[in-house]
């Protein structure tokens, strides 16, 4: 099961199961309880029904990094459950992965926290890293075509252009090979994407993201310090079946622990979902009886894997039509 992060969102995301299962209602409903408290307790924060905000937006309010990420967990977990109430068995998953803000919904499906718990989580991750964004200024850039040392390459003589600033530019995103996602200071990440810049020097294409702030860099420091404060208190268990961390490229291991301090780490480290794939293709692809899905919203994840892996067929489930032309999961 692949799980998408931000920039999934779209509006209108998740109505369709709404819609179609009662299992998915319950969870939206269940997902407004939970957020008109959280929310309620957080200045600035929207004033309707994240149901609401998901189906009919508006998208400046479904955009903000701390709606976005509770939208895209609730959506998952609802199009979940409405495989579950399909027939799909939690048995029958023998590995998660999340790009990002995705981890958290891999490790509930896991089994690993229960959905209240993620969600409160992934609430306070979207509302500290807009905290953190705002208190700095930051960007991030793709860059097309380039290799691991090709981006490391652009961020060192970016910054070795103005010694001593104090900026801050690194890669932040391994999406797929030829894709690459770096982030820092927006003067660092300026230089870098223009004309005369280091990626144009290389031969790259370097392209601005339109993004709230520097994630999954040093700037995301003091967010990380929050999250870290409440994944202390949340009770993790085992996963029954493989989780990908993002920070490592591997499987999360089965001490709690070690799942709080990996997650606490995602908000500064580099997304390593390219290794994700690759690991998981490593593990399971080919065997028979093994397929690849992703859960709503949007089909990103299966697009990426065709750059990954080209042997890997990704099944989507943006909408309940999927279920209908791909046979039940785990068959």
């Not at 920039?7 to 199961?17: E, F, Y």
């Not at 009919?56 to 955009?63: H, S, T, Y």
């Not at 979207?126 to 981006?151: C, H, P, T, Y």
């Amino acid at each position: 099961m692949l799980l998408p992060g931000q920039g999934a969102q779209a509006v209108g995301m998740g109505k369709a199961w709404h819609d179609a299962s009662a299992a998915a209602r319950a969870v939206f409903a269940r997902a407004d309880e939970v957020l008109a408290r959280v929310w309620g307790g957080m200045s600035g924060s929207p004033s309707g029904k994240l149901s609401e905000i998901c189906f009919a937006g508006p998208a400046e309010v479904l955009n903000r990094t701390d709606v976005s990420q509770p939208a895209i967990y609730v959506t998952g977990v609802a199009c979940w459950r409405a495989l579950q109430e399909a027939g799909v068995k939690a048995e029958s998953v023998v590995a998660t992965a999340g790009l990002s803000l995705g981890e958290y919904t891999a490790l509930h499906i896991a089994g690993a926290f229960s959905f209240e718990d993620g969600l409160e989580l992934v609430a306070l991750r979207g509302r500290a890293m807009q905290d953190a964004a705002e208190a700095s200024v930051g960007g991030m850039v793709a860059l097309i075509g380039a290799d691991e040392a090709q981006a490391k390459a652009v961020c060192e003589q970016t910054l070795a252009e103005k010694p001593g600033s104090g900026e801050v530019l690194v890669c932040a995103n391994f999406n797929a090979p030829g894709q690459i996602v770096i982030s820092g200071s927006k003067s660092a990440c300026d230089r870098a994407a223009g004309a005369e810049g280091a990626a144009a020097k290389m031969g790259l294409r370097a392209t601005a993201l339109v993004v709230a702030g520097a994630f999954h860099s040093p700037l995301m420091a003091p967010a990380a310090e929050r999250l870290g404060a409440a994944l202390s208190k949340t009770a993790i268990g085992v996963p029954r079946c493989a989780v990908m961390s993002n920070v490592t490229g591997l499987p999360h291991g089965a001490d709690a622990d070690g799942i709080r301090a990996l997650l606490k780490a995602q908000l500064t480290s580099p997304v390593r979902w390219s290794e994700n794939c690759a690991a998981l293709v490593k593990m399971h692809g080919g065997k028979p009886g093994v397929e690849f899905h992703e859960l709503a919203p949007g089909r990103t994840l299966a697009g990426l894997y065709r750059r990954i892996d080209k042997g890997t067929k990704v099944v989507t489930h943006d909408e309940p039509e999927a279920l209908a032309t791909s046979g039940p999961v785990g068959a």
